[in-house]
């Protein structure tokens, strides 16, 4: 999709969340479109975006319809994306939100990033030991700010000429060059011993393809949950990945308001050593606080990125883990620089 151009319908926290990374982009962006009780957060977005609120991309435009979309509310709206379906113009979006939308054709794709072939061996179950340093996201819930510390963590090692294979959580993470999970294995397709070793096959293949120095993987969902519920795949995939390799490092995406005592940090860590065979090494303080909804067992995820000022500083623990906020970047290359060196060894291009 290199130097291809993309319009976005409609706005929501992911697509405001990789606008604040345009340089990593492998794709134009175009216009930009939401619903009209929506239109304040255009304001938010950067001023070399174009932005147009009666949302009509043009013909070369491929239009990509966020996995974070609400699908209630786009079945309200679905006009935009009907209209590029009807002049079979290039659509990217998730299974569900076709599905739910009733399109398809050739012109109706996944948003996703693939190695160039891979076929899954379902009686082949040896799993392969990586060679490279591996360094784990992952989060207490489904929306604790993953995809903007993966950002992060590609702008770091882009910059530092550090060759990393990403796998991203979110599958918009394919417009910035990372590779993403199948969406196949989001759902009851697969049990969970052949997840495992469809995962490890599937990375193998990343990592014959790329040769990467390093490898940085999102999972997706959350390690702990709020709410028990299939929204957040019961944590499946944290567990999945617990078995699928070794994680030589991981950084743990907390909510805002979640409390972090040195007490509670340290039962984390013991349950991460525990099931992930390695302590947290950064604990991602994101933008994202839970909020319950009138005392039920319900939460709903509100983001304070675009009007809280104050940053949790970068501090190191005793143990030896970070605490550093997923909005501060000087942090962040801080941490990684720290971690980088501690894993030279592995790092063939140090």
């Known amino acids: 999709m290199s130097n291809e151009t993309v319009s976005f319908f409609p706005l929501t926290h992911d697509i405001e969340t990789l ?46 319809v966020p996995p974070d979309a609400d699908i209630e509310k786009l079945l309200r709206y679905p006009i935009p994306i009907l209209k590029a379906h009807e002049e079979e113009r290039q659509i990217l979006l998730s299974q569900r939100h076709a599905v739910k939308l009733g399109i398809s054709g050739s012109h109706v794709k996944k948003i996703e990033k693939l190695p160039e072939s891979f076929t899954f061996q379902k009686d082949y179950r040896k799993l392969f030991e990586f060679p490279v340093p591996v ?37 918009l993470g394919a417009l910035s060059g990372m590779y993403t999970i199948p969406e196949e294995l989001f759902g009851n397709t697969y049990t969970f011993s052949e997840k495992v070793s469809y995962l490890n096959q599937y ?21 702990f949950s709020l709410q028990d519920n299939e929204n ?8 999945v990945f617990s078995h699928v390799l070794k994680f030589d490092a991981v950084s743990l995406n907390l909510f805002r308001n979640e409390e972090r005592t040195d007490e509670i940090l340290d039962a984390i860590d013991s349950y991460m050593a525990y099931i992930f065979t390695t302590s947290v090494y950064m604990y991602g303080v994101s933008s994202m606080i839970a909020k319950r909804i009138n005392d039920s067992d319900e939460y709903e995820m509100l983001d304070t990125h675009s009007y809280v000022t104050e940053k949790q500083p970068c501090v190191r623990r005793e143990t030896g883990s970070w605490i550093v906020d997923t909005g501060d970047m000087r942090g962040i290359y801080c941490v990684l620089d720290h971690m980088v060196d501690e894993m030279q060894d592995g790092i063939h291009s140090l």
């Open 135 to 171: 360094f784990g996201v992952l989060g207490t819930e489904e929306s604790c700010g993953k995809f903007r510390l993966q950002l992060s963590l590609k702008k770091y090692f882009d910059d530092h000429s550090i060759k990393t294979a990403f796998v991203c959580s979110n599958h």
């Open 232 to 239: 957040d795949y019961y944590s499946e995939f944290a567990h």
């Open 19 to 64: 606008l604040d990374f345009t340089e990593l982009l492998t794709v134009q962006v175009g216009d930009i479109g939401t619903y009209k009780e929506d239109s304040k957060k255009l304001r938010r977005i950067t001023d070399n975006i174009r932005i147009n609120k009666n949302y009509a991309p043009n013909e070369k435009e491929i239009v990509v």
């Open 203 to 223: 990375l193998s293949n990343i990592y014959f393809e790329m040769k990467p120095d390093m490898i940085v993987l999102g999972v997706p969902g959350g390690v």
